[in-house]
């Protein structure tokens, strides 16, 4: 198994281009299995959960090819089958598959969704939703059974909002019969993105960025393209990294900065300095960070995703400061390995309590999710000797080649 060796950096220089949006991408491949056609997806991260959903698609006899950063989708032949476990597993998205399957086929055998051990992440809300559509369920042996003769529009309040539910309701509805209204839902750039390129497939929608989205089921479907946007949390891991370290860099890539300006708000409370060009952003820090209080959040405010790497960019602050996550009741595995660096961080609670400035020692530290496994690395940067991150392929799942990336930028880092 690859692992990465950090040495302690003592400044970044240079251009990054921040990869396509791993969380955009992996619905958008969903919902090409509601029509028939070909369609091309541009900017497509060369990450492990594309090459995992592709062969989701391929068990339904959807072609996929990647040939650098374009992925061509052919559901021409696309067949009803079931999905294994071992396949489903591997990948948290996979359950995104179950609203597009049931609109299409009215009938869903899959396994249940695997991804990062980052507390509890259950389904409850997708099966109520789809409960409320006519759908009948089982579960069996980690597998899903879902049926309906009739997939029927309907009117469902979410009672949290659900990312990934969201999502997979939303494709559901779009080939229920009559209008399904959706309450309390997410709001992330994602959702957006999915709600457009879905109305280009012929989808009538209404509210899409708010809470409240109405959608009229139809059975005729347009293959067509869609461009993916740039990655938020990638460009927010690099942002918070630049504020950590001293550094002058420019972030290409990124032409819209309303999807990361709650990051960019910490950022600069934490001392960086961003400046806004018009396809790029540039960022100057000395690396001293300054501590505060901060609080994760359902989107607009701090993601949930970037919390281990503000944990790990804290560490450099001068004083204590307070991280509350308040979306993952589990999300602190950074803990444990950050302390065998030589951190100083005691858990209250929902709460970390991080007390900033004291010297890092490298270590061997372990990966157990994508994010974390980020911020190890940036603590592997900011620490003496040279630290070893090991079970990367957590990393890989959601970054093309962050070893690369950050080897651009001057950073002493390489694969073992």
């Not at 070909?38 to 959807?62: F, G, K, R, T």
């Not at 942002?239 to 910490?266: E, H, Q, T």
């Not at 609080?295 to 560490?315: H, K, N, R, S």
Request: contains cysteine.
């Amino acid at each position: 198994m690859k692992a990465i060796s950090i040495k302690e950096t003592g400044r970044l220089n240079g251009t990054i281009t921040i990869q396509g949006s791993k969380n955009t991408v992996l619905p958008i491949m969903a919902a090409t299995v509601l029509g028939s056609g070909i369609s091309v997806i541009e900017n497509c991260p060369v990450i492990e959960d594309v090459y995992a959903m592709c062969e989701l698609l391929q068990c339904l006899q959807i072609h996929t090819t990647l040939e650098g950063h374009t992925l061509t989708i052919d559901t021409t032949q696309a067949a009803y089958a079931p999905l294994p476990y071992e396949m489903t597993s591997r990948l948290r998205s996979s359950i995104l598959l179950l609203g597009p399957m049931l609109a299409r086929w009215k009938q869903a055998e899959i396994g249940m969704p695997g991804g990062c051990a980052i507390g509890l992440r259950p389904i409850d809300i997708h099966l109520e939703g789809l409960m409320k559509m006519n759908v009948d369920f089982r579960m069996r042996n980690q597998m899903l059974y879902c049926n309906t003769y009739h997939l029927q529009g309907c009117e469902y309040h979410l009672r949290f909002p659900s990312v990934g539910a969201t999502e997979n309701l939303i494709l559901a509805a779009t080939g229920a019969t009559g209008r399904t209204i959706l309450r309390g839902i997410a709001k992330e750039p994602e959702i957006i993105e999915l709600c457009q390129y879905l109305q280009r497939m012929g989808v009538t929608m209404e509210g899409i960025g708010t809470d409240v989205l109405t959608i009229k089921g139809t059975s005729q479907f347009v293959a067509c393209d869609y461009n993916n946007v740039y990655d938020r949390i990638v460009a927010g891991t690099y942002l918070l990294m630049a504020a950590a370290i001293p550094c002058d860099i420019k972030m290409v890539g990124i032409d819209d900065i309303r999807y990361m300006a709650n990051v960019i708000r910490v950022a600069s409370q934490l001392g960086a300095q961003v400046i806004r060009m018009d396809s790029y952003l540039e960022v100057q820090s000395n690396g001293w960070i300054n501590p505060g209080t901060f609080q994760t959040g359902i989107y607009p405010e701090f993601p949930t995703d970037l919390q281990p790497v503000l944990v790990a960019t804290l560490l450099r602050g001068q004083g204590i400061s307070y991280v509350e996550e308040t979306v993952f009741e589990k999300r602190f595995s950074i803990v444990s390995e950050l302390r065998k660096l030589g951190a100083e961080i005691e858990i209250q609670d929902q709460t970390l309590k991080i007390s900033g400035g004291h010297c890092l020692q490298g270590h061997t530290v372990k990966a157990t999710d994508l994010r974390q496994g980020a911020a190890l690395v940036l603590a592997g940067l900011m620490s003496k000797g040279y630290t070893t991150v090991t079970d990367i392929s957590y990393i890989e799942r959601g970054y093309e080649d962050i070893v690369e990336d950050l080897r651009q930028l001057g950073a002493r880092i390489q694969y073992i």
